[in-house]
């Protein structure tokens, strides 16, 4: 028996594979259960024309046996099997396919779909084991023939013993290291949740012998033994849910599904079953969970769909098929369509990923219209979860993704707490309102009781109420909808005064011009300016900004951390010109400045209490107080 060298490229190819390209060792199993399949797949198509197969689809199979004496695993099948020549050519050569050239050769029918290369997935044995032998005998030949490697050195290919025709791979596996557990795949359960994982969908049934607990026969009544019995096992379910016909399946199905393989113990809110025919074929099965995962707004928490090749698992995360602010959908897509590289664990980024990519997200987007159109309820439980992802997909395109999720917004308004949509709201405005109002803070009471609020409310102009610290950006983002700004009620003007109640303003403000520039001197750096407001009613005091940054955005960017020196607001102090504090304060002026001065302060502190934002010297606030009161 003369051994036979692999040629040097090949010798390279199987040393990067084994040690480097496939990085989860599981694998190995789903490539050569896939290669059989496609032996099967083979014979069985010569089956549909030639008679002399004499055998129907119900007879073919796919074996698993572990032997743990031997430590060894034998993948078995009954396909078409190998020729000497045929060993030699497809084994001896890495990147050779024979189901490439299988494909070539053949007008296949729909029911024949090759999804193996046969001769890049098979050397991934090499990661488990020492040494493997593969005993093949094809179809319509009497002889087999046993090709043998251990590793990269070589092989050997010599006759052999095999009663009926296919392929027979036997696996030695290495032994086990400190780092490597290579024991681990003769364990029965380990064996079967790799075929469940990967190979689950495999047309052909994939059976191995399983040991099972049954109640012990003549047992006592009333007795509870138990004894050990070995079935042989099919391991898959062979016919995926999602290439069945939809009405073919029932809500149970669809849901009983998700929660197995999805591992949620919630129904979902929402099943897109869908079959893509065109260009690009695909099918896909996605759900819209009702609860978010426990890390999913976390940096641990892994996007993406389970990636399938004709029923073959290639990837459990395949992040290419999701955009971010759709992270929240679990699913899979199977396509026969995808170019695969030489591991077939990663997906070359071709056009035909890309056309699938924004298909789903077409059709996730049509299916959050159409619930939050038909099925309110519903969306607004899937937006108290998932919400914050769809505008953080604005916020951080810099508003790329605006045209895609701007309808699917939702705000509390003001005056009821109810949700309501960007257009929505523009169509309950009052003729005469002409910006959208909102506010944004730390809960909706708070925000619901804003002394800002006053005038808009009384003039019946609701308000957006914002409490995720991602709103105020994404309103910088947004800016204008329908023409119509987005104005936050701690911005300079509301647009609420006539030019004559401006005129009016400005001639008040001019008269105590030397008591503002002193209350503001006396502040320091604290405000940028000290005016009179167009905005409150009963309330003295308030804050607003003037520039980029908002009263609210300062508040935020304090919270965050390392963030040692953050932008402060160019904070302008309101006071109420019709209440008794103003008032007191120009009967004090300019005879008593100390008292003046320490009411300053005070209305100061109070106003950034209204706002949540800290004082910076309680005690010296409380001391003032008290001193007031005294």
């Known amino acids: 028996m003369a051994t036979k060298e692999f040629k040097t490229e090949s010798k390279r190819i199987l040393d990067l594979m084994v040690n480097s390209i496939y990085t989860n060792r599981e694998i190995f199993l789903r490539e050569l259960i896939s290669n059989a399949s496609d032996a099967i797949d083979k014979l069985y198509f010569r089956s549909l024309t030639d008679n002399s197969v004499g055998m129907s689809r119900s007879d073919f199979a796919i074996e698993l046996v572990l032997d743990k004496a031997a430590r060894s695993i034998i993948i078995r099948d009954n396909g078409i099997g190998m020729t000497y020549d045929e060993l030699d050519r497809n084994l001896g050569t890495i990147a050779r396919s ?69 392929t027979e791979i036997i696996l030695k596996l290495k032994p086990d290291t400190e780092s490597e557990n290579y024991s681990e795949f003769l364990e029965q359960y380990r064996i079967s949740n790799i075929v469940k994982k990967y190979s689950d ?20 009544e009333g007795s509870y033994e138990t004894e050990i019995v070995v079935e042989n096992t099919v391991l898959n379910s062979m016919v995926p849910l999602w290439k069945k016909n939809k009405k073919d399946v029932t809500p149970e199905q669809y849901n009983s599904f998700y929660k197995e393989k999805f ?49 073959v698992m290639i990837m459990e995360k395949c992040a290419d098929l999701l955009p971010d602010h759709f992270a929240f959908v679990k699913g899979l897509v199977d396509s026969e369509d995808l170019s695969l590289n030489i591991s077939r664990e990663m997906l070359q980024h071709d056009r035909q990923l890309s056309v699938i990519r924004s298909a789903l997200e077409k059709k996730i987007k049509a299916e959050l219209v159409d619930m939050l159109k038909n099925d309110r309820e519903q969306y607004e439980k899937f937006w108290e979860v998932f919400g914050l992802t769809l505008k953080f997909g604005i916020y951080q395109s810099f508003g790329a993704n605006r045209d895609q999720l701007e309808e699917l917004l939702l705000f509390r308004r003001a005056s009821d707490g109810k949700y309501v949509t960007l257009k929505e709201y523009l169509e309950a405005m009052p003729e005469e309102q ?18 800002q609020t006053e005038l808009l409310r009384d003039k019946g102009f609701d308000i957006l109420c914002l409490t995720e610290n991602v709103d105020e950006f994404l309103m910088q983002v947004l800016r204008t909808v329908d023409e119509k700004e987005l104005r936050s009620v701690s911005s300079g003007d509301l647009g609420l005064e006539t030019e004559e109640q401006k005129a009016e303003q400005q001639k008040i403000e001019d008269e105590h011009k030397e008591l503002f520039d002193f209350m503001r001197e006396s502040l320091g750096d604290k405000v940028a300016e000290i005016r009179l407001s167009n905005r409150l009613k009963s309330h003295p005091v308030c804050l ?24 402060q607001a160019q904070r302008v102090l309101e006071i109420n010109g019709s209440h008794k504090i103003f008032e007191k304060l120009t009967a004090l002026w300019p005879d008593n400045k100390d008292t003046v001065a320490k009411y300053a302060s005070l209305l100061y502190d109070q106003a950034l209490l209204i706002e949540g934002l800290p004082i910076e010297d309680p005690v010296a606030f409380s001391n003032a107080v008290c001193e007031l009161m005294q």
């Open 263 to 311: 591992y949620d113990f919630a129904e979902p809110l929402r099943v897109i079953h869908q079959k893509a025919e065109g260009t690009t074929e695909y099918q896909a099965l996605l759900y819209i969970p009702s609860r978010a995962d426990y890390n999913y707004y976390s940096k641990e928490f892994e996007r993406g769909l389970q990636l399938y090749s004709s029923g």
């Open 434 to 451: 002409k910006y959208i109002y909102y506010a944004a803070g730390e809960s909706f009471e708070k925000l619901s009781k804003m002394p």
């Open 544 to 567: 607003s900004a003037k520039g980029a940054v908002s009263i609210e955005m300062e508040r935020i960017l304090r919270a965050m951390p390392g963030n040692d020196q953050p932008i």
């Open 98 to 166: 024979g189901s490439g050239e299988f494909v070539k050769e053949n007008e296949l029918s729909d029911e024949i779909d090759i999804i193996g290369q046969f001769g890049v997935g098979f050397y991934s044995a090499f990661m488990v084991a020492e040494k493997v032998t593969v005993i093949s005998r094809a179809f319509g030949s009497d002889d087999a023939f046993r090709w043998e490697s251990d590793g990269a050195e070589g092989y050997s290919i010599e006759p052999a013993l095999k009663d009926k025709v296919g």
């Open 201 to 220: 969908y495999i047309r052909y049934p994939i059976k191995m012998d399983m040991e099972h607990s049954v109640p012990k026969k003549d047992a006592p």
